[in-house]
């Protein structure tokens, strides 16, 4: 049988980043035809992420982690070393440079850190990566929902809140109107805030419950499917509306972010892992993960908080759009 020619397999890849990526932009489109058209507004987007935030997106990561094997959840850790190092590096070096250099206030810094850190590997990972590296797209997944959900946005959480409870600069809800407290007593507050939020909690469960190898019937785990299936649309839906509602402009954080999320930690994850000899699927698999679409969390924590929603959401509308051929890019070089 005659192999397919190289144009022919670049077509059909484009085919893969295509089906996976255009619901995303569709569902945000139509989310911002439905703010157009008044049927639905700001306050309806913040009630529907909400939903998503504490109820939605926490029984999502609770069922997808929990069926992870424990031996694979072991014996791959290079993996989960290498997406760690690769969010958690460009979320710090976002956040400082934003804070002591471009000095921008913590809220903003906060969300935009996330935007380097947090690529949407939940919500596009699975179409997109298991044509290109089969069924250990479902573990990689997996690891940097792990990466993600237990550091990058609990660190985000705990900013957000150590600004709200020290009356920062952000245009939170929950500032203190009478004297500011300690820098401790602000900080406790901040991660009790944070790391008992749904949110937090269930992956850290699940991953307790894996490493003593308890597992649920899985007629239990799928139950928890049903609402947590429905964070991807629903939370870009909302994402769309609000879209709508900002009178979206592209600024120069925005378009920092974006390149830094599609073109610069991809590119640099890949020279490093070069570097020291990690080649193959490895490589494959966390440049093409570390090359995902900003995540749609930014703006509902943007929406929540209410801080900078219109750059944030600049970064989720060109991220999706542009990751279509800078995802091409990084499967030629991978490949």
Not at 67 to 90: M, Q
Not at 122 to 138: R, Y
Request: aromatic share 6%; glycine share 8%.
């Amino acid at each position: 049988m005659t192999p397919p020619a190289a144009g022919e397999g670049a077509s059909a890849m484009i085919g893969v980043i295509l089906g996976a990526l255009l619901p995303v932009v569709v569902t945000l489109a139509l989310g911002m035809l439905a703010g157009w058209r008044r049927d639905q507004d700001v306050g309806a987007a913040r009630s529907l992420n909400h939903m998503v935030l504490t109820y939605a997106l926490p029984l999502a990561l609770f069922a997808g982690t929990i069926t992870i094997p424990r031996p694979e959840l072991i014996s791959d850790w290079p993996l989960l070393i290498i997406l760690l190092t690769a969010t958690l590096l460009p979320f710090l070096a976002a956040l400082f440079v934003d804070l002591y250099v471009v000095r921008r206030s913590l809220p903003a810094a906060a969300l935009q850190a996330m935007a380097f850190g947090f690529p949407a590997i939940a919500f596009t990972g699975i179409p997109i990566l298991t044509p290109l590296i089969g069924s250990k797209a479902t573990l990689l997944v997996d690891f940097a929902g792990l990466t993600g959900n237990i550091i990058i946005l609990p660190a985000t959480l705990v900013l957000l809140s150590f600004d709200q409870v020290t009356g920062g600069s952000g245009d939170g809800d929950g500032k203190c109107s009478g004297p500011k407290p300690s820098v401790g007593a602000s900080i406790t507050t901040a991660l009790k805030r944070s790391l008992l939020q749904p949110v937090v909690l269930s992956p850290l469960l699940a991953i307790v419950l894996v490493l003593v190898n308890i597992h649920l019937p899985g007629v239990v785990s799928s139950s928890f499917r049903l609402l947590g299936g429905t964070v991807g649309g629903i939370s870009l839906f909302a994402s769309g509306i609000i879209l709508q509602s900002q009178k979206l402009t592209f600024s120069m954080p925005a378009a920092i972010s974006l390149t830094a999320r599609l073109l610069i930690i991809p590119g640099l994850t890949y020279a490093a892992l070069s570097l020291i000899g990690i080649t193959g699927d490895e490589r494959k698999m966390s440049v093409l993960a570390l090359g995902l679409a900003a995540a749609p969390m930014q703006v509902i924590l943007s929406s929540r908080y209410k801080t900078n929603e219109r750059e944030n959401a600049a970064v989720l509308l060109y991220t999706n759009i542009l990751c279509i051929p800078t995802l091409a890019l990084l499967i030629w070089l991978t490949q």
